[in-house]
Protein backbone atom coordinates (compact mmCIF):
# COMPACT_ATOMS: atom_id res chain seq x y z
CA UNK A 1 0.00 0.00 0.00
CA UNK A 2 3.27 2.59 0.93
CA UNK A 3 4.40 1.92 -2.27
CA UNK A 4 0.85 2.64 -4.10
CA UNK A 5 0.52 6.04 -1.98
CA UNK A 6 3.65 7.05 -2.96
CA UNK A 7 4.05 6.09 -7.08
CA UNK A 8 0.49 5.66 -8.45
CA UNK A 9 -1.94 8.13 -6.68
CA UNK A 10 -0.03 11.90 -6.91
CA UNK A 11 -0.05 11.18 -10.84
CA UNK A 12 -3.68 9.59 -10.52
CA UNK A 13 -5.03 12.75 -8.05
CA UNK A 14 -3.25 15.16 -10.37
CA UNK A 15 -4.82 13.96 -13.50
CA UNK A 16 -8.91 13.86 -12.07
CA UNK A 17 -8.38 17.51 -10.18
CA UNK A 18 -6.95 19.34 -13.62
CA UNK A 19 -11.00 18.52 -15.28
CA UNK A 20 -12.23 21.44 -16.70
CA UNK A 21 -15.24 21.46 -14.23
CA UNK A 22 -12.80 21.81 -11.49
CA UNK A 23 -10.44 24.31 -12.74
CA UNK A 24 -13.86 26.70 -13.17
CA UNK A 25 -14.77 26.39 -9.14
CA UNK A 26 -10.88 26.33 -8.33
CA UNK A 27 -11.21 29.63 -10.27
CA UNK A 28 -14.20 31.07 -8.11
CA UNK A 29 -12.47 30.06 -5.10
CA UNK A 30 -8.56 30.82 -5.08
CA UNK A 31 -9.62 34.21 -6.68
CA UNK A 32 -10.92 35.71 -3.56
CA UNK A 33 -7.47 34.99 -1.29
CA UNK A 34 -5.55 37.64 -0.44
CA UNK A 35 -2.28 38.22 1.68
CA UNK A 36 -0.61 35.69 3.61
CA UNK A 37 -2.43 32.23 2.18
CA UNK A 38 -2.51 29.13 3.68
CA UNK A 39 -3.47 26.64 1.36
CA UNK A 40 -4.40 23.42 3.46
CA UNK A 41 -4.42 20.27 0.97
CA UNK A 42 -2.36 22.24 -1.74
CA UNK A 43 -1.75 18.81 -3.50
CA UNK A 44 -0.14 19.22 -6.78
CA UNK A 45 -0.16 22.93 -6.64
CA UNK A 46 -3.72 23.15 -8.96
CA UNK A 47 -4.91 26.57 -7.72
CA UNK A 48 -1.93 28.88 -8.57
CA UNK A 49 -2.82 30.07 -11.65
CA UNK A 50 -6.11 31.70 -9.99
CA UNK A 51 -4.61 33.44 -7.05
CA UNK A 52 -4.86 36.97 -7.67
CA UNK A 53 -2.74 40.07 -7.57
CA UNK A 54 -3.50 40.71 -4.20
CA UNK A 55 -2.15 37.37 -2.79
CA UNK A 56 1.37 37.98 -1.62
CA UNK A 57 2.41 34.54 -0.10
CA UNK A 58 0.93 31.10 -0.24
CA UNK A 59 2.31 28.24 2.01
CA UNK A 60 1.16 25.08 0.97
CA UNK A 61 -0.13 21.82 3.47
CA UNK A 62 0.55 18.52 1.98
CA UNK A 63 1.34 15.18 3.80
CA UNK A 64 2.13 13.81 0.45
CA UNK A 65 5.91 14.02 -0.94
CA UNK A 66 4.62 13.25 -4.27
CA UNK A 67 2.07 15.71 -4.76
CA UNK A 68 4.52 18.39 -2.99
CA UNK A 69 6.79 17.38 -5.44
CA UNK A 70 4.66 18.28 -8.48
CA UNK A 71 3.10 21.48 -6.65
CA UNK A 72 7.10 22.92 -6.73
CA UNK A 73 7.77 22.33 -10.15
CA UNK A 74 3.95 24.30 -10.73
CA UNK A 75 5.37 26.98 -8.44
CA UNK A 76 8.10 27.82 -10.26
CA UNK A 77 7.98 31.68 -11.69
CA UNK A 78 4.64 32.92 -9.91
CA UNK A 79 4.47 36.11 -8.44
CA UNK A 80 3.92 34.97 -4.96
CA UNK A 81 6.64 33.15 -2.79
CA UNK A 82 5.51 29.40 -2.45
CA UNK A 83 6.82 27.64 0.49
CA UNK A 84 5.93 23.56 1.40
CA UNK A 85 4.86 21.85 4.77
CA UNK A 86 4.90 18.27 4.99
CA UNK A 87 2.48 17.65 7.62
CA UNK A 88 -1.07 16.52 8.87
CA UNK A 89 -3.44 19.52 8.81
CA UNK A 90 -4.90 18.13 12.14
CA UNK A 91 -1.22 19.16 13.62
CA UNK A 92 0.67 22.45 11.23
CA UNK A 93 3.78 23.10 13.00
CA UNK A 94 2.83 27.28 12.09
CA UNK A 95 2.69 30.48 14.39
CA UNK A 96 -0.92 31.39 15.41
CA UNK A 97 -2.99 34.10 14.00
CA UNK A 98 -0.14 34.43 10.98
CA UNK A 99 -2.24 34.08 8.05
CA UNK A 100 -4.56 36.25 6.42
CA UNK A 101 -6.60 33.93 4.11
CA UNK A 102 -7.15 30.04 4.31
CA UNK A 103 -8.20 28.01 1.51
CA UNK A 104 -9.45 24.40 1.27
CA UNK A 105 -10.98 22.62 -2.14
CA UNK A 106 -11.69 18.93 -2.37
CA UNK A 107 -9.46 18.67 0.75
CA UNK A 108 -11.47 18.19 4.16
CA UNK A 109 -13.51 15.04 2.27
CA UNK A 110 -10.10 13.66 2.80
CA UNK A 111 -8.41 14.45 5.98
CA UNK A 112 -9.09 11.94 8.76
CA UNK A 113 -9.97 14.29 11.20
CA UNK A 114 -11.53 16.91 9.34
CA UNK A 115 -13.05 19.08 13.09
CA UNK A 116 -9.11 19.00 14.39
CA UNK A 117 -8.16 20.48 10.91
CA UNK A 118 -10.72 23.09 10.98
CA UNK A 119 -9.90 23.83 14.42
CA UNK A 120 -6.46 24.09 13.28
CA UNK A 121 -7.11 26.39 11.19
CA UNK A 122 -8.81 28.62 12.80
CA UNK A 123 -5.95 28.81 14.85
CA UNK A 124 -3.92 30.09 12.20
CA UNK A 125 -5.83 32.75 11.10
CA UNK A 126 -6.34 36.55 12.11
CA UNK A 127 -9.23 37.59 13.40
CA UNK A 128 -9.98 39.72 10.19
CA UNK A 129 -9.15 36.46 7.87
CA UNK A 130 -11.50 34.46 6.08
CA UNK A 131 -11.59 30.89 5.10
CA UNK A 132 -12.53 29.94 1.18
CA UNK A 133 -13.57 27.04 0.63
CA UNK A 134 -15.30 24.70 -2.59
CA UNK A 135 -15.71 21.08 -1.23
CA UNK A 136 -18.00 17.70 -2.44
CA UNK A 137 -20.29 16.21 0.52
CA UNK A 138 -23.45 15.40 1.92
CA UNK A 139 -26.46 15.86 -0.42
CA UNK A 140 -29.70 17.55 1.08
CA UNK A 141 -31.87 14.97 -1.43
CA UNK A 142 -32.89 12.42 0.96
CA UNK A 143 -32.39 9.52 -1.63
CA UNK A 144 -29.11 10.83 -3.07
CA UNK A 145 -27.76 10.92 0.69
CA UNK A 146 -28.75 7.47 1.48
CA UNK A 147 -26.71 6.42 -1.43
CA UNK A 148 -24.10 8.14 -0.16
CA UNK A 149 -23.68 6.28 2.99
CA UNK A 150 -24.09 3.11 1.42
CA UNK A 151 -21.50 3.41 -0.55
CA UNK A 152 -19.05 5.64 1.32
CA UNK A 153 -16.57 3.01 3.01
CA UNK A 154 -16.18 1.04 0.12
CA UNK A 155 -15.12 4.85 -2.19
CA UNK A 156 -12.92 5.93 1.04
CA UNK A 157 -11.14 2.57 0.37
CA UNK A 158 -10.71 3.25 -3.20
CA UNK A 159 -10.32 6.85 -3.20
CA UNK A 160 -7.38 7.13 -0.74
CA UNK A 161 -9.58 8.63 1.68
CA UNK A 162 -12.01 10.31 0.12
CA UNK A 163 -15.61 10.81 2.25
CA UNK A 164 -18.54 11.87 0.21
CA UNK A 165 -20.98 12.09 3.15
CA UNK A 166 -19.77 14.78 5.22
CA UNK A 167 -21.89 18.11 5.96
CA UNK A 168 -19.18 20.85 5.06
CA UNK A 169 -20.95 23.26 6.53
CA UNK A 170 -21.71 22.46 9.37
CA UNK A 171 -18.68 20.61 10.34
CA UNK A 172 -17.22 24.44 9.56
CA UNK A 173 -19.44 26.25 11.98
CA UNK A 174 -18.68 23.59 14.82
CA UNK A 175 -14.72 24.52 14.39
CA UNK A 176 -15.64 27.90 15.08
CA UNK A 177 -16.38 29.42 12.09
CA UNK A 178 -19.58 31.85 11.07
CA UNK A 179 -20.10 31.37 7.50
CA UNK A 180 -20.56 35.15 5.66
CA UNK A 181 -21.42 33.60 2.01
CA UNK A 182 -22.11 29.95 0.90
CA UNK A 183 -23.65 28.17 -2.42
CA UNK A 184 -24.27 24.30 -2.81
CA UNK A 185 -25.79 22.57 -5.37
CA UNK A 186 -24.45 19.72 -7.96
CA UNK A 187 -22.30 19.97 -10.79
CA UNK A 188 -22.17 17.82 -13.58
CA UNK A 189 -21.55 14.21 -12.78
CA UNK A 190 -22.16 11.41 -10.34
CA UNK A 191 -24.73 12.95 -7.82
CA UNK A 192 -22.91 10.86 -4.83
CA UNK A 193 -20.06 12.89 -5.56
CA UNK A 194 -21.30 16.03 -7.61
CA UNK A 195 -22.64 17.62 -4.53
CA UNK A 196 -20.80 21.35 -3.58
CA UNK A 197 -20.46 23.48 -0.81
CA UNK A 198 -18.62 26.62 -1.71
CA UNK A 199 -18.26 29.54 0.46
CA UNK A 200 -16.23 31.91 2.66
CA UNK A 201 -16.29 31.78 6.95
CA UNK A 202 -15.10 33.81 9.27
CA UNK A 203 -13.60 32.95 12.74
CA UNK A 204 -16.25 33.76 15.45
Not at 97 to 112: E, G, H, K, N, V
Not at 121 to 134: D, N, Q, S, Y
Not at 136 to 160: E, F, I, K, M, T
Request: with cysteine; net charge positive.
Amino acid sequence: MGLVARYLVPPLLDRIMRSELLLDERRKCAGGAQGRVLEVGIGSGLNFPYYGAAVSEVVGVDPSQGLQKRAKARAAGLSFSVSHVEASAEVMPLDDASFDTALTTWSLCSIPDPSAALHEIRRLLKPTARLLFVEHGLSPDGGVARWQNRLNGSWRCLSAGCNMNRRMDKLIEAAGFAIVGLETGYIEGPRVLGYLYRGAARPR
